[in-house]
């Protein structure tokens, strides 16, 4: 056992993935450290981790298993060691590369800032990916829900949730309120609260490279970058302009931009087959180009506020946050963090009653990531399985005529059931 995981609880002995340049090398019995997370968490994280062990021992019998290497965070890290995000945690996540996380508890308005947030600065999680892709006999609000398929890209390190943020009558926020006063000649009224909103050209380009890469690989049809640089010109404008230079100077010969597919362009209309088309949207618009021309978008790229607020609405309108999945990656180093979308709904906690598939297709990315495809797919579709079975938790039993919800551990169960059928 690593002396690192001497303080852990490990079911098992099994060894370290290693990350070199974005490439892992991952064994056949990987330490996976996970964080129950608070609220609802060890709830969700429970049921995932059963259900993914049942598809690991399904796809691989004895051959492979995942090693699960219990990291804190949260309320049970403040009562173990007297901080909400201790260092020996961020360490394990770093030395044993890919993690499984529940949500965490966000104080809104007051105390500290974003643990989630703190998590992906800390270890420059970069990228926040989040496919939302429909399964079919989900209840959704959508006419053509079908339609939707798509993987957001959300830079994950600066924007607003940089955390450069300043009370309202602070010493802080009277120092700087004069200082663009006296020095830039903008005015901001005396009783403000002041935060800043930096967006880098470094970080705009390494997730916009991500995405463009991505949509490589994977066959994808067209990158879109979504941004409001029409009032905020040298922000979320920069975010445009960087992204539109990462696509024609490092991927010319892979993209065809929207312009040049104008009739009177090079291409006449008509884009060349296997190249992905790039364009660019305003973060407004975008919202009701999601709804009202779901099939047109495949992957969209955006920074961290507005990708926050677009894939919240693209769960919507896959049938909500329950279904949804989210993984933090520095594709760089391979070190990930996956988790759930959604939040600790701390009034439904130890109730058995909330829907782990967001959890559990968490997971189905970290199979992914680590490469146990076969894993990934009995998932998936003993997920989609359940769901046609009309065997749900109560916050898709509410949507659906005649379905009685079953709970967290019973739909658990449903999952690894189907998973022996398929």
């Given at each position: 056992m690593d002396a690192s995981l001497k303080n852990r609880t490990v079911k098992g002995e099994g060894s370290r993935i290693v990350g070199i340049s974005g490439i892992l090398s991952v064994p056949d019995k990987p330490n996976i450290p996970y964080i129950e997370g608070d609220g609802i968490g060890p709830e969700v994280v429970r049921a995932a981790i059963r259900?993914?062990?049942?598809?690991?021992?399904?796809?691989?019998?004895t051959r492979r298993r995942l090693n699960w290497v219990e990291a804190y965070a949260g309320e049970k890290a403040r009562r173990e060691y007297g901080e909400a995000l201790p260092e020996e945690t961020l360490k394990t996540i770093?030395?044993?590369?890919?993690?499984?996380?529940?949500?965490?508890?966000?104080?809104?308005?007051?105390?500290?800032?974003?643990?989630?947030?703190?998590?992906?600065?800390?270890?420059?999680?970069?990228?926040?990916?989040?496919?939302?892709?429909?399964?079919?006999?989900?209840?959704?609000r959508l006419k053509h829900p079908e339609e939707l398929d798509l993987v957001i890209f959300r830079e994950n390190t600066e924007d607003v949730y940089s955390g450069i943020e300043f009370e309202e009558g602070s010493e802080e926020a009277r120092r700087l309120i004069d200082f663009l006063r006296k020095e830039l000649r903008s005015e901001v009224r005396p009783d403000s609260a002041i935060g800043i909103k930096p967006i880098s050209e470094y970080a705009?380009?390494?997730?916009?490279?991500?995405?463009?890469?991505?949509?490589?690989?994977?066959?994808?049809?067209?990158?879109?970058?979504v941004h409001k640089g029409n009032i905020m010109k040298y922000t979320e404008g920069g975010f445009?302009?960087?992204?539109?230079?990462?696509?024609?100077?490092?991927?010319?010969?892979?993209?065809?931009?929207?312009?040049e597919l104008k009739p009177e362009g090079p291409y006449r209309g008509v884009a060349p087959p296997g190249k992905i088309i790039i364009r660019d949207r305003l973060a407004d618009n975008m919202f009701q180009q999601l709804i009202l021309r779901t099939g047109e978008y495949d992957v969209l790229v955006l920074p961290n506020l507005n990708g926050d607020y677009i894939s919240d609405l693209a769960a919507a309108m896959a049938g909500g946050l329950g279904l949804a999945p989210g993984a933090n990656i520095n594709f760089e180093t391979g070190v990930?963090?996956?988790?759930?979308?959604?939040?600790?709904?701390?009034?439904?906690?130890?109730?058995?009653?909330?829907?782990?598939?967001?959890t559990i297709l968490s997971g189905v990315l970290m199979l992914r990531h680590i490469g146990w495809k076969e894993a990934a797919d009995k998932v998936e579709k003993a997920v989609a399985r359940t769901i046609s079975q009309r065997r749900v938790t109560y916050d898709l039993a509410r949507q659906?005529?005649?379905?009685?919800?079953?709970?967290?551990?019973?739909?658990?169960?449903a999952i690894i059931e189907n998973m022996q059928v398929i």
């Open positions: 259900v993914l062990d049942a598809a690991v021992e399904g796809a691989y019998g770093q030395e044993h590369v890919v993690a499984l996380k529940g949500p965490l508890e966000t104080p809104i308005a007051e105390g500290y800032r974003s643990l989630n947030v703190a998590l992906r600065q800390r270890l420059d999680l970069y990228a926040c990916v989040r496919p939302v892709k429909y399964i079919p006999s989900a209840p959704s705009t380009k390494r997730i916009v490279r991500a995405a463009i890469d991505y949509a490589i690989r994977n066959n994808r049809r067209s990158v879109t970058i445009m302009k960087w992204a539109y230079e990462v696509a024609n100077t490092e991927f010319k010969d892979k993209i065809v931009t929207e312009s990930a963090v996956f988790e759930p979308t959604h939040g600790t709904a701390p009034a439904y906690a130890n109730q058995d009653k909330v829907n782990p598939t967001s659906l005529e005649g379905v009685q919800p079953i709970g967290t551990s019973k739909f658990a169960d």
